[in-house]
Nanobody, 115 residues
Framework: QVQFVESGGGLVQPGGSLSLSCAAS????????MAWYRQAPGKQRERVAT???????NYADSVKGRFTISRDNSKNTVYLQMNSLKPEDTAVYYC?????????WGQGTQVTVSS
């Protein structure tokens, strides 16, 4: 059974940076596209970044140029480097497969951008 554990969130001032990690258990990590998602209070969960088997990436327009997704298949881990953070980036961040099939959702990691 696949499981995802996110870490690295916290409180940061606008313009600051954070680096998130997601450790995946289970087999076959390298064959799946992986993605980071976020959910702000009162809003639906949205996808912010995807990394495919090939290593190619895709980003939501709202984070393009500021966030970078990467993966280390030897460690079954996916990362999200977040720079130039804005208050509107405040949310709980989750990782999961890139779809169409998803694993169970983890607890996520809270990112709060505030002065």
């Amino acid at each position: 059974q696949v499981q995802f554990v996110e870490s690295g969130g916290g409180l940061v001032q606008p313009g600051g940076s954070l680096s998130l990690s997601c450790a995946a258990s289970g087999n076959g990590f390298s064959i799946f596209a992986m993605a980071w998602y976020r959910q702000a209070p009162g809003k639906q969960r949205e996808r912010v970044a995807t990394i495919y088997r090939s290593g190619s990436t895709n980003y939501a327009d709202s984070v393009k140029g500021r966030f970078t997704i990467s993966r280390d298949n030897s460690k079954n881990t996916v990362y999200l480097q977040m720079n130039s953070l804005k208050p509107e980036d405040t949310a709980v961040y989750y990782c999961n497969r890139g779809g169409p099939q998803f694993g169970p959702w983890g607890q996520g990691t809270q990112v709060t951008v505030s002065s």
